[in-house]
């Protein structure tokens, strides 16, 4: 079993880009969570739960850059020199919050739901978006 799931990793690094960026995500998540649901508990509760978002985005994305440079992608593509491809890192990402944001103000402003509702469907949107943006502009 392990055998031929490393032959399929090696037929197609997509696949193993795919799975290690999964894992990075969802460790970006895990720390996007741990600041973002305290905020939305004590500082920003109910329709003020986006305020939220660009405070866990900021923490979230530094450690989601080096885990997507160093693991994810590694191997992949070429490496811009200075802070090029930080900035590039930072502006895909700034689409992911864009999105993660909207949906949170959908979800806790209009439709009045708790914090943690649209949590999850934030997460699952932004995170396709990313990847294929990560793939092709960043690490590309």
Not at 70 to 89: M, T
């Amino acid at each position: 079993m392990i055998r031929q799931a490393e032959t399929i990793l090696r037929a197609n690094p997509v696949v193993g880009q795919l799975l290690r960026f999964a894992v990075a995500g969802g460790i970006s998540t895990l720390i996007y969570a741990a600041v973002y649901l305290p905020l939305t508990t004590w500082v920003f509760p109910g329709a003020r739960a986006v305020y939220a978002v660009p405070f866990a985005f900021a923490v979230a994305v530094t450690a989601g850059f080096f885990l997507h440079s160093r693991w994810s992608f590694r191997g992949h593509g070429r490496r811009d020199p200075g802070g090029v491809q930080q900035v590039k890192f930072v502006m895909v990402q700034a689409t992911g919050v864009s999105l993660n944001a909207v949906i949170t103000w959908v979800g806790t402003a209009l439709l009045g739901y708790p914090a943690w509702v649209p949590l999850l469907p934030a997460i699952l949107i932004a995170t396709m978006v990313t990847f294929v943006l990560n793939r092709w502009l960043v690490f590309g």
